[in-house]
Each structure stands twice: as structure tokens, then as C-alpha cells.
């Protein structure tokens, strides 16, 4: 079983849901992570086994992430990895009895992509409304914000800033930083070093953010190793940024580490910070 860490007194928990990539390593979903804050819960991102991994979650205590509670969820970017698990992350939880729409905030390109999912399952939503099953029709629903820097959603629990980051040549791609009534937390996206992202935590209580290890890096083909430099966060740098911007705690996730041991990421990342860090695991809570 994959572990499972409470912090029973905290009034907000972050929980990893996927700390995978686009390799297709089985104990590691595709990459997604939530915030929950007083019974609620807030995805960011929605790697392929989202919902399982909640449900995974909810088996284990925490009711926030049951599927019929996934109402909330944000996208950094549109890369496949973080968005493959959108149309499971609609569609089971309305079969489940989510008796809402699902509010959906991500960059421009986000209201496309809910609309082509709805059209591509017409047939099934149609069916699962008005036969047998007769579906709550608001559950079929998706509310759709797309975003620019700033604040972009605020409710009695969280609110919730955009910070534009660079990736990989998408034009609108973003980190989230969650103000919540106990905590303050950032959660990276995929990038490139950002001292935007340093700027946004300052101190904040946790510092989730994506890495490669650069050994790792050195066993793949260059064509592979020019794009990873240019899209993503080398532990060296993942360090340099941390110490900048002093969370309570660094948490690794997005982890591209092509056969390397953690010792031996914990050993890239100790080269250029001396804070705490955890390499993240499907399913830790912080």
C-alpha cells in the first residue's frame, strides 16, 4: 500500500495525488495535487489516476477527496500529463452523485478543451441523464474560468493567485499560490527556474515544486536533454530557489528521475540547499 501521512491537527492538508510525469512509472500517477482546507478540496492539475488516487485518499480519512466532493480544480498548463485525467475527473465524480458542476479555472485554451470533452461524450451524458439513471443534468455541467496573473478564485476557504511561469514554449502556464485561514502554500507547475516563484512563497509553509535530477538527465538522448533543461527545474536549481525563497518545507513532485535513487536526488538537492525537502510519494500528506 502506498503511504498515507496525517497531520490529524492541521486545518489545511496538501495532498499528493500523482507525482508522475509522462513515463509511466506504476506506483506514480500522472501529476496532481490538492489542497484541502475544512472539508473542501482543491486540485491542482489532472494527471491520468486522479480520481482513483482521491478515492484512495477518501478510503483513508480524508472525505474531501471522496469522488463526489472533486468540485474544484485547476490546471498550471494544457500539456497532456497534467489534463489526460480531465474527462475522469468530470464524468466519474457526476456518476458518483456530485450533484454540481464541476469549476474548472486553468489559462486560455481551458473552455476549448472542456467543450470538446463534453461533445466527445455527448452520447453517454445524454444517456446517463435522461434514461435509467436518471443524472442530475447540473452534475454534466463544467464552469470554466480562464485566467490571467492575479487572483483567481476566493472562497470562505482559500484564495488563490495566479503566477505566470515559464515552460516549454505554452504561452499561458502558471503556478497557484493558496492563501487558506492556517497555511500558505505554493505548488510550481512545470517550469523552468522562476524567481517569481521564490517571490510568491517568501517564507510560505509549503514549497511544492517539480524537478529532474541532473545525473538522471545525463542517460537520456540530447534531443531529450535540450528540451528538459528548457522546460523543467534541475535539483541544483529546484535548490538555489528554495534556499531564495525559505519555505517550511520543499516538497519534490513532477520527479523525472530516469532510474536515479532519491538518495541520490537528496544528494543533488543538499549541493545547493540545506532546508527540509521530502521526495513526494502518491498519496503523502503534509
Same mark, same amino acid.
Given at each position: 500500500? @502506498?503511504?498515507?501521512?496525517?497531520?490529524?491537527?492541521?486545518?489545511?492538508?496538501?495532498?499528493?495525488?500523482?507525482?508522475?510525469?509522462?513515463?509511466?512509472? /506504476?506506483?506514480? /500517477?500522472?501529476? &496532481?495535487?490538492?489542497? =484541502?482546507?475544512?472539508?473542501? &478540496?482543491?486540485?491542482?492539475?489532472?494527471?491520468?489516476?486522479?480520481? +482513483?488516487?482521491?478515492?484512495?485518499? *477518501?478510503?483513508?480519512?480524508?472525505?474531501?477527496?471522496?469522488?463526489?466532493?472533486?468540485?474544484?480544480?485547476?490546471?498550471? %498548463?494544457?500539456?497532456?500529463?497534467?489534463?489526460?485525467?480531465?474527462?475522469?475527473?468530470?464524468?466519474?465524480?457526476? =456518476?458518483?452523485? +456530485?450533484? *454540481?458542476?464541476?469549476?474548472?479555472?486553468?489559462?486560455?485554451?481551458?473552455?476549448?478543451? $472542456?467543450? %470538446?470533452?463534453? $461533445?466527445?461524450?455527448?452520447?453517454?451524458?445524454?444517456?446517463?441523464? !435522461?434514461?435509467?439513471?436518471?443524472?442530475?443534468? @447540473?452534475?454534466?455541467?463544467?464552469?470554466?474560468?480562464?485566467?490571467?496573473?492575479?487572483?483567481?478564485?476566493?472562497? *470562505?476557504?482559500?484564495?488563490?493567485?495566479?503566477? /505566470?511561469?515559464?515552460?516549454?514554449?505554452?504561452?499561458?502556464?502558471?503556478?497557484?499560490?493558496?492563501?487558506?485561514?492556517?497555511? +500558505?502554500?505554493?505548488?510550481?507547475?512545470?517550469?523552468?527556474? &522562476?524567481?517569481?516563484? /521564490?517571490?510568491?512563497?517568501?517564507?510560505?509553509?509549503?514549497? =511544492? !515544486?517539480?524537478?529532474?535530477?541532473?545525473?538522471? @538527465?545525463?542517460?537520456?538522448?540530447?534531443?531529450?536533454?535540450?528540451?528538459?533543461?528548457?522546460? !523543467?527545474?534541475?535539483?541544483?536549481?529546484?535548490?538555489?530557489?528554495?534556499?531564495? *525563497?525559505?519555505?517550511?518545507?520543499?516538497?519534490?513532485?513532477?520527479?523525472?528521475?530516469?532510474?536515479? &535513487?532519491?538518495?541520490?536526488?537528496?544528494?543533488?538537492?543538499?549541493?545547493?540547499?540545506?532546508?527540509?525537502?521530502?521526495?513526494? +510519494?502518491?498519496?503523502?500528506?503534509?
Amino acid at each position: 500500500m @502506498l503511504p498515507l501521512l496525517f497531520l490529524t491537527w492541521a486545518q489545511t492538508q496538501v495532498v499528493l495525488l500523482g507525482t508522475g510525469t509522462p513515463n509511466t512509472d /506504476a506506483l506514480r /500517477a500522472g501529476p &496532481s495535487t490538492a489542497v =484541502v482546507v475544512n472539508g473542501s &478540496s482543491y486540485v491542482v492539475d489532472l494527471g491520468p489516476g486522479v480520481v +482513483r488516487r482521491a478515492a484512495a485518499a *477518501a478510503e483513508q480519512g480524508i472525505q474531501a477527496l471522496a469522488p463526489e466532493n472533486l468540485k474544484t480544480a485547476f490546471l498550471t %498548463h494544457l500539456h497532456s500529463d497534467h489534463t489526460a485525467g480531465l474527462p475522469d475527473f468530470f464524468l466519474t465524480p457526476a =456518476v458518483l452523485d +456530485r450533484h *454540481a458542476p464541476l469549476k474548472l479555472i486553468g489559462p486560455r485554451g481551458t473552455k476549448s478543451m $472542456a467543450s %470538446h470533452i463534453r $461533445a466527445a461524450y455527448k452520447e453517454d451524458i445524454d444517456l446517463r441523464i !435522461h434514461l435509467l439513471e436518471k443524472g442530475d443534468p @447540473l452534475s454534466y455541467k463544467i464552469d470554466v474560468t480562464e485566467i490571467s496573473p492575479g487572483i483567481v478564485y476566493k472562497d *470562505a476557504n482559500v484564495t488563490v493567485t495566479a503566477i /505566470a511561469i515559464p515552460h516549454a514554449g505554452w504561452k499561458h502556464s502558471f503556478a497557484f499560490h493558496f492563501q487558506t485561514p492556517d497555511k +500558505r502554500i505554493v505548488i510550481s507547475g512545470d517550469t523552468v527556474y &522562476s524567481e517569481a516563484i /521564490a517571490k510568491a512563497c517568501n517564507g510560505c509553509d509549503v514549497l =511544492v !515544486h517539480e524537478v529532474y535530477s541532473e545525473l538522471g @538527465l545525463t542517460r537520456r538522448p540530447p534531443l531529450w536533454q535540450a528540451y528538459h533543461r528548457n522546460a !523543467h527545474t534541475s535539483a541544483h536549481d529546484v535548490g538555489r530557489l528554495a534556499t531564495i *525563497a525559505k519555505p517550511k518545507l520543499l516538497v519534490l513532485t513532477h520527479l523525472l528521475l530516469w532510474g536515479v &535513487s532519491d538518495d541520490q536526488l537528496s544528494k543533488e538537492i543538499r549541493e545547493t540547499y540545506q532546508g527540509t525537502f521530502k521526495i513526494g +510519494r502518491d498519496l503523502d500528506v503534509f
